[in-house]
């Protein structure tokens, strides 16, 4: 499994999503995220560590407590990831959409020169 298909599965969680939205605002004790959240706090800890051994969040000792935070590095290359898949998709809607107007032009050229030959 390559490190971006593990991002995408630990973000299959809907509540390391939540996690993760959370710390999107900057560094949070494990405490703080288990107090506005509707599990414990070892059920904190344990989305924490899946999110850390991905790439997407780091920690730090800060005194008595760890903080964690987004890694910037993991989410730009997820994000790098998703941008690259988007575009492949915009490329290939685009394509499909030039070959459906050239094949719409093509049914249009050939009942107008019916016509012309109707009249």
Same mark, same amino acid.
């Given at each position: ?12 969680? =809907?509540?390391?999503? $939540?996690?993760?939205?959370?710390? $999107?605002?900057? =560094? ?11 599990? $414990?706090? =070892? ?11 991905? !790439?997407?969040?780091?920690?730090? @000792? ?6 964690? @935070?987004?890694? =910037?590095? !993991? ?15 915009? @490329? ?7 070959? @459906? ?8 050229? !050939? ?7 109707? $009249?």
């Amino acid at each position: 499994m390559t490190n971006i298909t593990a991002m995408l599965v630990a973000l299959g969680d =809907p509540m390391r999503q $939540s996690i993760l939205d959370w710390l $999107s605002d900057g =560094p949070l004790p494990v405490g703080r995220l288990a107090d506005g959240l509707p599990i $414990s706090r =070892p059920a904190v800890s344990q989305h924490l560590r899946v999110l850390k051994d991905v !790439g997407l969040v780091t920690d730090r @000792q800060e005194g008595t407590r760890r903080l964690y @935070q987004v890694d =910037p590095d !993991g989410v730009a290359a997820l994000r790098a990831h998703l941008d690259a898949m988007w575009a492949r998709s915009l @490329q290939s809607f685009a394509l499909h959409a030039e070959h @459906q107007h050239a094949q719409h032009q093509h049914a249009q050229e !050939g009942e107008d020169e019916h016509d012309d030959a109707d $009249s």
